[in-house]
Structure formats: structure tokens, C-alpha cells
């Protein structure tokens, strides 16, 4: 069976919770509910304040099953301001990790 994922470069996210907003429009959840959220951390480094931001799928995120069986990309991924977001095949997606020092992978397994 087909894995698919959501990939995340977070050298590149800027924080602008997009992605929350494109998920809350398009599931019509209420406030404070996410199928993403982004959580920031702050720390120093060579002497400078840094921040980096951490988008994270919640249990509320169904990988956008609708809108995948109609060939559209997950909400989040089409509207991240960034193009930090990149949705396809785990393995796929693995291999260009090799060349992103600071990305993660969310996987998804469709249900039946
Ligand atoms: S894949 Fe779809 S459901 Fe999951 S966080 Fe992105 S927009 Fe929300
Ligand atoms: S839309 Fe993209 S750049 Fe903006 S917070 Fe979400 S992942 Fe980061």
C-alpha cells in the first residue's frame, strides 16, 4: 500500500500559520482546532536570538483524504507561503532528505 507524506523543511518555514489557516478553512473546524499547528522554539545561537518554527499534524489531520481523491494537493501544502511543504510518497520524499540538513516527514496511510 502506497505511504504518503507531507514533508517539512524547517529551514524554510517562516511562521506565518498558513498552513493552519488553509486546514481550518477547508475542514471547517472551529477555532483551536488543527489538523496543524506551529509551534515555535527559541533559542541562541553564536550569540543571537533564533527562532525556529515547527509546524506539527495534530490527530485532526486526515491528510486531506477529499481533496487527495479529487488529485489536489493537501490544503496546507498548496498554501504554504514558503513552498516549505511538499506532499508525496514517503519513500519518495526520503530520498531528497539527503540534501536537507533540517527536514522531517510526516506520514499518512489511507484508510481503506
Ligand atoms: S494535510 Fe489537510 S488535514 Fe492535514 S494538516 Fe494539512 S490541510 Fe490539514
Ligand atoms: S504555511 Fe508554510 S511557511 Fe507558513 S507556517 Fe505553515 S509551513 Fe511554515
Known amino acids: 500500500m502506497a505511504r ?3 514533508l517539512i523543511d524547517h ?17 471547517s473546524y472551529p477555532v483551536g482546532t488543527n489538523g496543524v499547528t506551529v ?6 545561537a553564536n550569540g543571537r536570538v533564533k527562532i525556529d518554527y515547527l509546524p506539527f499534524f495534530t490527530e485532526h489531520c ?8 479529487r ?4 490544503a496546507c501544502v498548496k498554501h504554504c507561503q514558503a513552498r516549505c511543504m511538499e506532499f508525496g ?11 536537507r540538513p533540517r527536514a522531517a516527514l510526516f506520514t499518512h496511510v489511507p484508510h481503506r
Open 4 to 6: 504518503y507524506a507531507i
Open 11 to 27: 529551514d524554510y518555514c517562516t511562521g506565518c500559520h498558513t498552513c493552519e489557516v488553509a486546514c481550518q478553512q477547508e475542514h
Open 39 to 44: 509551534r515555535e522554539y527559541e533559542y541562541e
Open 62 to 69: 486526515d491528510f486531506c483524504t477529499a481533496r487527495l481523491a
Open 71 to 74: 488529485q489536489e494537493q493537501p
Open 89 to 99: 510518497l514517503s519513500n519518495d520524499l526520503g530520498e531528497t532528505m539527503k540534501e
